[in-house]
Nanobody
Framework: QVQLVESGGGLVQAGGSLRLSCAASGRTFSSYAMGWFRQAPGKEREFVAGINKSGSSTRYADSVKGRFTISRDNAKNTVYLQMNSLKPEDTAVYYC??????????????????WGQGTQVTVSS
């Protein structure tokens, strides 16, 4: 079992940057494919970015490709989401999630086993 805690959210102007972190408890972090999702008010939770267990493979939603970068440090049990060139439509609660013993990048929400509590990102125009 793993517990996930997100941090780094906040209020930023359009065009700005934020770096989200997700710290995982437990000694098996490297056994999890990790992902970042977001949910805006009145909308469904959507996939933003994912990374496989080793960090060798990543995948992004078209809406963030070229602006966001997912990475992980297995020695620090942490996954990151660097968000650049932020837009007002990026405003949402951002969640990290873990999928146990998945060798590839996982996209579907239902295939993730553990979720963090979320961190709010607000981008002002």
């Amino acid at each position: 079992q793993v517990q996930l805690v997100e941090s780094g959210g906040g209020l930023v102007q359009a065009g700005g940057s934020l770096r989200l972190s997700c710290a995982a408890s437990g000694r098996t972090f490297s056994s999890y494919a990790m992902g970042w999702f977001r949910q805006a008010p009145g909308k469904e939770r959507e996939f933003v970015a994912g990374i496989n267990k080793s960090g060798s493979s990543t995948r992004y939603a078209d809406s963030v490709k070229g602006r966001f970068t997912i990475s992980r440090d297995n020695a620090k049990n942490t996954v990151y989401l660097q968000m650049n060139s932020l837009k007002p439509e990026d405003t949402a609660v951002y969640y990290c999630a873990g999928a146990f013993q998945r060798f590839v990048v996982v996209v579907p929400t239902a295939e993730y086993d553990y979720w963090g509590q979320g961190t709010q990102v607000t981008v002002s125009s």
